[in-house]
């Protein structure tokens, strides 16, 4: 039996029927880890010892039958913003290079509770900033489709780990794309949840109106199974909503029939690879021939949305980051003269390039003089965008496009042109700043065989809406995975 190429939920079965222990499927994706690390450099830290105790602990749970649910013992890798208590906990950065948490965030809790075993913590661009998994302090993330390529980002560590066989599942943090982006170009499935659905407590906090944790997964049959343990309302998270309808794995229907489907043709313009545009296209045409009703149509303040996201993230970015100061926990710098230079040196030596531009342009949003004609109006044109959805979703159950508008571009190509590196998340932020969930789902290849996404877009709280379309599709396309020796 080949544990590495099952599927999480196909995992917890087998493990439920005893045809597989839990310390054999940790012991499995840990020397997938200590073959592939050293190639694709997914994780920041590996806590061996303590999943090889856990997954007895746990196997020990589940032969008692305290622990029943569908992803008991099954191996998880958390993305490094996530506090994990006990475990290194370092955001990518140098400034957090020595934090270990005293406690865990509410999404890792709710994962431990139903027995899944943290097998490490996975790189990042530092602090979520940056689009490629290249602006980390601890080196880069490579593509495990093809190496010399990006995993995406933010959450690319925990991207290329699933494609790469070093986990089943991962959790990834989304501010303006980063778990769909980086789900697109490895390959895998990745849901940015409806703000407010999944706890933020205890995760590290970049933007702190947009963030929302989620699962990147092997299909959406694990998505869903993964959303129906983190998901719930935690009262030490003020922007936690309660929620009644969290069984998301009974949106796993083939059947799309009736469903309507709108293709913003704002997302089809100028800018989006040939190849990329035909293979959304004829994903589009799958679910049509599955009975849905596929349109187009035009959803306005789609080039607003790009200095409106960056504005506003980079203006909380400014706020969350001033808690980094060399005095509570993290890096202190060694040599200073008092306690403004003792700030000044740490900070500037904790923090990377990319941080210190968005803290820059942050803090610049917010100063006296620009504040009303920056931030004020960046949270105006925010509410305008979240209009233009909603009167798309009086006409819509789904709204269908690109995730990127190309596949993973080589290592080194985007850092040297940030703003390209801005643009390539204009099919994403959007879904940010209105707080809606978004999918993203594999569904083709491009000539040089990178993967392509496809992403699924819903009203709030509408996401049985979108598993539901990207099961009808995932049952349409057919298996989609990488092949070893790739």
Not at 90 to 103: Q, Y
Not at 135 to 151: I, L, R
Not at 412 to 428: A, C
Request: charged share 25%; glycine share 10%.
């Amino acid at each position: 039996m080949d544990i590495l190429s099952m599927t999480a939920v196909s995992l917890g079965a087998a493990i439920k029927k005893k045809e597989v222990t839990v310390r054999e499927a940790v012991e499995a994706a840990l020397d997938r880890i200590g073959e592939k690390e050293k190639e694709y450099h997914c994780f920041v830290t590996v806590d061996r010892e303590g999943a090889l105790g856990k997954a007895d602990e746990v196997q020990k749970k589940i032969n008692e039958g305290e622990l029943t649910g569908p992803l008991a013992g099954v191996p998880v890798a958390i993305k490094d913003n996530m506090c994990t208590e006990g475990l290194l906990t370092t955001c990518s950065s140098k400034i957090l290079g020595n934090f270990i948490p005293t406690f865990s965030s509410e999404a890792v809790r709710n994962l431990q509770k139903a027995g899944a075993v943290i097998l490490g913590k996975t790189n990042m661009d530092e602090f979520a900033m940056g689009s490629t998994t290249e602006t980390s302090a601890f080196g880069v993330t490579k593509n495990p489709w093809n190496p010399e390529h990006v995993p995406g980002g933010s959450s690319g560590g925990s991207a290329a780990a699933v494609a790469a066989g070093e986990c089943f599942y991962a959790l990834g943090s989304d501010t303006g794309g980063s778990i769909r982006q980086p789900a697109s170009f490895c390959g895998v499935v990745g849901l940015k949840p409806t703000y407010g659905t999944v706890s933020r407590y205890g995760l590290i906090a970049y933007g702190s109106s947009l963030d929302q944790i989620g699962p990147l997964c092997k299909d959406v049959t694990d998505c869903a199974a993964i959303m129906e343990i983190i998901a719930s309302h935690d009262p030490k998270d003020s922007t936690s909503v309660e929620r009644k309808d969290l069984d998301f794995t009974s949106a796993l229907v083939d059947d799309v029939k009736g469903m309507r489907i709108g293709i913003p043709r704002d997302y089809f313009g100028e800018g989006l690879d040939g190849e990329v545009k035909k293979a959304v296209l004829a994903a589009a045409k799958a679910l049509e021939e599955k009975g849905a009703i596929v349109e187009e149509f035009d959803l306005s303040l789609v080039e607003y949305a790009i200095p409106t996201y960056y504005t506003i993230a980079a203006a909380e970015a400014s706020s969350n980051l001033e808690r980094f100061d060399g005095i509570k926990y993290g890096y202190r710098t060694k040599d200073y003269e008092g306690l403004h230079n003792m700030y000044k040196k740490t900070r500037s030596e904790g923090f990377g390039a990319e941080v210190k531009r968005r803290i820059m342009l942050g803090s610049f949003v917010l100063s006296s003089g620009y504040y009303d004609a920056y931030y004020l109006k960046a949270l105006r044109v925010k509410a305008l965008i979240k209009e233009a959805f909603d009167q798309a979703f009086s006409n819509y159950d789904v709204i269908l496009g690109p995730v990127a508008p190309t596949t993973a571009p080589k290592l080194g190509e985007s850092l040297l042109d940030p703003i390209k590196m801005y643009l390539g998340d204009i099919y994403t932020i959007s879904v940010n700043l209105a707080g809606l969930p978004g999918l993203s789902i594999p569904c083709g290849l491009d000539e040089k065989g990178l993967p392509i996404g496809l992403q699924l877009i819903g009203d709030c709280f509408s996401e049985k809406k979108l598993i539901r379309a990207a099961y009808a599709y995932e049952q349409a396309r057919g298996a989609f995975g990488r092949k070893e020796g790739k």
